[in-house]
DNA sequence: TATTGTTATACTCTATAACTATA
DNA sequence: TATAGTTATAGAGTATAACAATA
């Protein structure tokens, strides 16, 4: 799985050869989640699907008939961006799109029998990824790094 | 800058709103770096640089006629990834190609003489983005924070 | 006028596979 | 055989701009 770095012991930390890299917080952010992309897509493999799809049918599943844009502001993606991750779930009959009845201008959204038993099954691979992520943590340390990365996103 | 999310109270903290997910430490991971990336992308837009660039400009820098293959491993990048992004800072000019001497199979990189200007400038930039990052954290937090998404990266 | 959705377009990152050159 | 680079190809996320329908 992991790709042999070089040969000697420095391979393993190589926090030396990062230079001023290494103490920039922007630079640590985008290496760990690049980590845990890489993670959440072996762990997800067989179910094809993104971190992006299964957030997004998580939260249809939580807020049925939710519009595109209340969709999109939770998980901070503009229109455009949302419409390809939707377009994508609808042709894959995970989840449908309604006009509300209440503003026509709106798209209701709501997932499919499909939807559901694929949201499950998505649900069951995510509690094994962050079993791994967890795995280096404390629960103290967990709650810390959510709380610190939660005063980044909100 | 900031979409209005909704018109009640609670847009401004939607934690209610995420449900399940906002117990998943990845989900806010990936929050956490979307909203560097935007800010990075909005700081850097008079450079056209990406933070895979910055970082390649910077990690050649530190190690003149460094490999390939080692800044891809420094910057977790597979060698078909790493290739598109020095093949965009050579057709820019910042950056430029050797064959190595002791192992023709390498390629050395070196930053050209506008590559080290650039360079220069984003990393102007990157401490105003820096700031904006460590803004809402106390050196402490700031270090606490590095030291938990290393355990992740590393 | 403002909001929501849609379409078209473009760029970056990421990766796999197959190929060449070199060790 | 293994390593480093290259090329071709593809999918996903992100975003801007322009447009239509609705409020």
């Known amino acids: 799985m992991d790709a042999p770095v070089s ?8 926090d030396d050869e990062l ?16 980590a845990v992309y890489r993670n959440f897509m072996e762990t997800f493999a067989h179910l094809d699907l993104t971190q992006k799809q299964v957030s997004a049918m998580w939260l249809v599943a939580d807020h049925p008939g939710i519009s595109q844009i209340a969709l999109g502001q939770l998980l901070r993606m503009d229109r455009a961006t949302t419409m390809t991750i939707v377009n994508r779930l609808q042709e894959r009959n995970y989840l449908r799109r309604e006009r509300s009845a209440s503003d026509a201008r709106k798209q209701a959204l709501y997932l499919t029998d499909p939807g559901m038993a694929v949201l499950a099954e998505a649900k069951t691979a995510n509690a094994a990824h962050e079993a791994w992520l967890r795995a280096r943590f404390t629960p103290a340390e967990v709650e810390k790094l959510v709380e610190l990365l939660t005063r980044i996103h909100e």
């Open 7 to 14: 040969i000697d012991a420095k391979a393993d930390q190589p």
């Open 19 to 34: 230079g001023g890299l290494n103490g920039i917080v922007g630079f640590h952010v985008r290496l760990a989640h690049g």
